[in-house]
Nanobody, 125 residues
């Protein structure tokens, strides 16, 4: 069992930056692909970013490319999402997810089997 806890969300103005953290307990993340997703009420959960277990491969949704950066610190059992140049349309609940199955880095919600509780990010214009 993997327990994921996100932190770092908040209310910021457009153009600001935030760094989200996701810390895991119950199992080491060193062999697990990790991802960040976001969701607004009434819409499907949207892929934001993913990182391979080694950290060598990263993937981004089109809407965040060039602004967000995913990284991981396996000794700390943590994954991060650095969000720069935030826009009002980035407002959502952000979720950290773990894909314990290994193999190719997952990019869609059904491929992930562990989820955090989410952290709210609100960007005002």
């Amino acid at each position: 069992q993997v327990r994921l806890v996100e932190s770092g969300g908040g209310l910021v103005q457009a153009g600001a930056s935030l760094r989200l953290s996701c810390t895991a307990s119950g199992r080491t993340l060193s062999s697990i692909g990790m991802g960040w997703f976001r969701q607004v009420p009434g819409k499907e959960r949207e892929f934001v970013a993913a990182i391979s277990w080694s950290g060598r491969r990263t993937y981004y949704g089109d809407s965040v490319k060039g602004r967000f950066t995913i990284s991981r610190d396996n000794p700390k059992n943590s994954v991060y999402l650095q969000m720069n140049s935030l826009k009002p349309e980035d407002t959502a609940v952000y979720y950290c997810a773990a894909d314990s199955k290994g193999g190719t880095t997952a990019l869609s919600p059904p491929e992930y089997d562990y989820w955090g509780q989410g952290t709210q990010v609100t960007v005002s214009s």
